[in-house]
Each structure stands twice: as C-alpha cells, then as structure tokens.
C-alpha cells in the first residue's frame, strides 16, 4: 500500500517566512498607493498588479480595502515610533537629549514622505480609521514615556524651568514644525519662493528645531497675571485747562 508523502516539518517555518514577506510586500505598496492617492482614490487591483499577488489574496491577508488601509496606516506609525522607542539618550544630558529627540523626528519626517502623506490623508477622514485601531492606540505610550522621562530628568536638576507642559505638550510642539516642513513645502515655496527641502539649509532648519524646544524649556515661566500698566500721570498742560474750564464755569452769569 502507498503512503501518502507527508510535508516536511522543515517546510513549515519557510512557508511561514513567505507569508510574511508577502503580506509585508503588499503593506509596503498599499501604504504608496494610499500614500498617493487617498484612501478613496486608491485601488486594491493597482496593489495587486504591482504586488506577487492577487486582489483575492489581498482579501485573504486583510480582510478587504479598509482593513488594508488601517494596517498601512499602524505600519507607517510604529515605523515613527520604533524609532523614538529604540533613541539611547539615557546617557546623555537633558538639553543634548532633547535636542537629540527633536533631531530623530525631523530626520524620519524627512525621510518618510509618505508617512506625512498618510497623516494629512487620515486628518482629512476626521481619524475616522485610527479610530478603529487598538493598536495605533497604544504605539505612541512608549515614545511618550522616551519625552517624559527626559522632561523628568530636566526638571530634577534644574535645567528645565518650565513645569506647565507635559510629554504630549513637547510632542506637539516638535511635530508640528517637522510635520509642516514636509506637508506644506510646496504651497509654501509658491506662496514665500522658498523650498524648505533645500539641502543647503537643511542643517539650519534641524538646528532650528532643536534650539525652539530646548530655548522654550529652559526659559522661566512668565507670571500668569502680569500687573496691569501704569496709567502715566497727567501731564502739567492738561492739568492746568482743566483749571481754566473749571474757572470759566464758576465765572459764568448764573
């Protein structure tokens, strides 16, 4: 009686790698694909002629088009984030660390063009899919708490005066100049003449950056109720017709 040949157990881990590598070959496409034409522009058939595969195997991986979208969209974000994640900067003085932090998001902005892409897209859909994901949800704990121990750390030792932001505040503030940089270059080169991208500035506008944030953290808080200004005092002239009006009234015929 014929045996029936049993798959070789050595084969199981390759078919496993394969998987992988194909579904991280169809997320690195969706994500130029979305990247390029928006979450409504894009097509999956596009994904799968540019792909080793078929828009039914697309389906299988995914789920469908807004299951792809949102998994590009988690790949773009912990790209962002395993980087802030993996920053050494435990080492290093407050300030430098800092600055070190403000230095690593506008080198990924600046080389992840389609990541801004995807954000601006998702802001225009109101985070209506980032909303739907668990996970996106909690990547940004982790570089958060890289900012905070930072801040923790500036303020023990006296070098940041400022105690009224937190992580997300300094967040914030780093992203949206290295955010803008890269989102609006061209509407600002044909508004100022000025291509934000220029190599020759660069090192200028990443110096920027870095000194906007550790200036701000370093500067004293300013009084939250500044006194009211001095009323100056009359001046003698005034004083003096006012004088002459008050004598004028009591001379007059009554």
């Given amino acids: 009686m014929a045996q029936t040949a049993q798959p070789d157990a050595a084969t199981a881990p390759e078919r496993q790698r394969d998987k992988e590598r194909t579904r991280q070959e169809i997320l690195d496409v969706a994500i130029r694909e979305f990247a390029r034409n928006g979450y409504t522009g894009a097509r999956v058939d596009e994904i799968a002629a540019r792909t080793r595969t078929t828009k039914r195997m697309i389906y299988y991986y995914f789920g469908g088009k807004e299951q792809l979208y949102i998994a590009a969209l988690e790949q773009a974000y912990s790209t962002a984030r395993e980087a802030e994640r993996q920053l050494d900067v435990e080492h290093l003085d407050p ?3 800092i600055r070190r932090l403000a230095e690593l998001t506008f080198d990924h902005h600046e080389s992840h063009p389609d990541f801004i892409s995807l954000v601006a897209i998702e802001n225009i859909h109101r985070a209506e899919f980032i909303a739907k994901s668990k996970a996106l949800s909690e990547l940004n704990t982790p570089a958060v708490s890289v900012t905070a121990r930072i801040l923790d750390r500036g303020r023990a030792s006296g070098v940041f005066r400022r105690d009224d932001v937190d992580a997300i505040d300094v967040h914030m503030l780093i992203s949206a100049y290295c955010f803008f940089r890269m989102s609006n270059r061209h509407t600002f080169g044909a508004i100022f003449g000025r291509d934000l991208l220029e190599v020759t500035r660069r090192d200028h506008y990443r110096t920027l950056v870095a000194d906007m944030i550790v200036s701000y953290l370093t500067s004293p808080h300013p009084p939250l109720d500044p ?4 009323a ?10 006012c004088d002459i009006d008050a004598a004028r009234a009591t001379s007059m015929p009554h």
């Fill in 95 to 97: 300030v430098a660390a």
């Fill in 227 to 230: 006194p009211a200004p001095v």
């Fill in 232 to 241: 100056p005092a009359p001046e003698s002239g005034i004083q003096h017709g």
